[in-house]
Nanobody, 128 residues
Framework: QVQLVESGGGLVQAGGSLRLSCAVSGRTFGSYAMGWFRQAPGKEREFVAA????????YYADSVKGRFTISRDNAKNTVDLQMNSMKADDTAVYYC?????????????????????WGQGTQVTVSS
């Protein structure tokens, strides 16, 4: 069983930076994938970024591409999300997700139903 715990959320001014971390425990498969999703009040949960557990392949939503970076830290057993040039629209609860993936394509990696493990979420607020 894989357990995920997010941390690093908080308040940041527009244009600033914030780094989220997802601590991973339990066994992951070679085909395992990790993702970040976010959900603002009154809106649907949306895909942010994903990384393949084996290898360095990543996917990003168009809305964050060039501003956010997802990475895996082997020493700390975490998956991190570095957020730069933040905008008010980035305000949301951010969730870490993990799950097996058979075909590593954007369509699958960006689908919430691909993942079977979820963190509790961490609040990110960007002031204008």
């Amino acid at each position: 069983q894989v357990q995920l715990v997010e941390s690093g959320g908080g308040l940041v001014q527009a244009g600033g930076s914030l780094r989220l971390s997802c601590a991973v425990s339990g066994r992951t498969f070679g085909s395992y994938a990790m993702g970040w999703f976010r959900q603002a009040p009154g809106k649907e949960r949306e895909f942010v970024a994903a990384i393949r557990w084996s290898g360095v392949s990543t996917y990003y939503a168009d809305s964050v591409k060039g501003r956010f970076t997802i990475s895996r830290d082997n020493a700390k057993n975490t998956v991190d999300l570095q957020m730069n040039s933040m905008k008010a629209d980035d305000t949301a609860v951010y969730y870490c997700a993990g799950g097996p993936i058979r075909l590593w394509v954007l369509r699958t990696a960006a689908q919430a139903t691909t993942y079977d493990s979820w963190g509790q979420g961490t609040q990110v607020t960007v002031s204008s």
